[in-house]
């Protein structure tokens, strides 16, 4: 990726576009060894070639054999999926439990919040593109341009590249910039809720643990 990077700056010396295709090229032949080898060596072949990380290992190297004049080294950002390995450290975290636990506690209504945050983000969009239509023809040419400026005034980020200038926009994203606030702390709520109902069940199950083993035996006597 860091050769994929420099071939993007401008200017650079023919010798250094060569170095970066022979280092491309011992890069792509490193990791399709590996990923050769992987198969070789997994126990289910079938099942690590369709497997997440097989598919993550193929797509890594799959673009410089597809290239055919198209420029697919960009695909290989997949690789970095890969990290999602170190996710495998939070099963002995008891605090990623925990909120791992915490989710599946509030997960239909954070389904539910998702479903209305969207409805809320396209009647945002449609609502300041009837607005600013005719006065920013250019910048909310249709709802789907209105979409940016929703998703950062709805989540208060508000960049400022857009904003409405008529009297009617200005009027509107008040009440949406009230609805954003609600957006965002919904979801917050919901979470510091579930983490205490969640820290609450992790002590009871302590407790009973503790009392199902009772208090130890006394020392023998002499």
Known sequence: MLSFSIETVRGLDPEVYVALAWIELGTVAFFTAEYLLRIWVARDRRRFIFSFYGLVDLLSVLPYYLALGVDLRSIR??????????????????????????????REELILFGAVAGILLYFS???????????????YASVFHSMWWAIVTLTTVGYG??????????IFTCLVLILGL???????????????????????????VEENLGPPPPPPQP
């Open 182 to 208: 609600g957006v965002v702390a919904v979801p917050t709520g919901l979470l510091a809720s579930a983490l205490s109902q969640a820290r609450a069940e992790e002590k009871e199950a302590e407790e009973a």
């Open 125 to 139: 969009a449609v609502g300041v593109y009837y607005f600013e239509r005719d006065a920013q023809p250019e910048l």
């Open 77 to 106: 950002v997949v690789r970095f999926l890969r990290l999602l390995r170190l996710f495998k450290l939070a099963r002995y975290s008891a605090a990623a439990q925990r909120y791992s636990r915490a989710i599946r506690i509030v």
């Open 161 to 170: 590249d857009l904003y409405p200038m008529t009297l009617g926009g200005r």
